[in-house]
Nanobody, 127 residues
Framework: QVQLVESGGGLVQAGGSLRLACAAS????????LGWFRQAPGKEREFVGG????????SYANSVKGRFTISRDNAKNTVFLQMNSLKPEDTAAYYC????????????????????WGQGTQVTVSS
């Protein structure tokens, strides 16, 4: 059974930082990419960033480049989203998702390409 469990959301002032974690139970883990998405009320779910588990390659949305960093802990099967210099417009529910990737395929930024999702964690940035 595939499970993704996010943690680390909360309330923070603008300019502050939060770190989200996604604990994943997926086998074989190396054939997946993990993505972070977010969805604000009334808006579509959007790609924030992701990491190919085996190759370690990361990608980011333009809106978070230079502020957010994705990393992984192989031993704990956990992916992290470090969010710095947070802005009120970063307020959203954040989701971790897993995409099964054929060998050599690039990670997708489209939510429908992801087969497995966590329950989400709320991030609220006050001005």
């Amino acid at each position: 059974q595939v499970q993704l469990v996010e943690s680390g959301g909360g309330l923070v002032q603008a300019g502050g930082s939060l770190r989200l974690a996604c604990a994943a139970s997926i086998r074989p883990f190396s054939t997946y990419a993990l993505g972070w998405f977010r969805q604000a009320p009334g808006k579509e779910r959007e790609f924030v960033g992701g990491i190919h588990w085996n190759r370690g390659r990361t990608s980011y949305a333009n809106s978070v480049k230079g502020r957010f960093t994705i990393s992984r802990d192989n031993a704990k099967n956990t992916v992290f989203l470090q969010m710095n210099s947070l802005k009120p417009e970063d307020t959203a529910a954040y989701y971790c998702a897993a995409e099964a990737l054929p060998s050599g395929a690039p990670q997708s930024t489209t939510p429908t390409q992801y087969q497995h999702w966590g329950q989400g964690t709320q991030v609220t940035v006050s001005s």
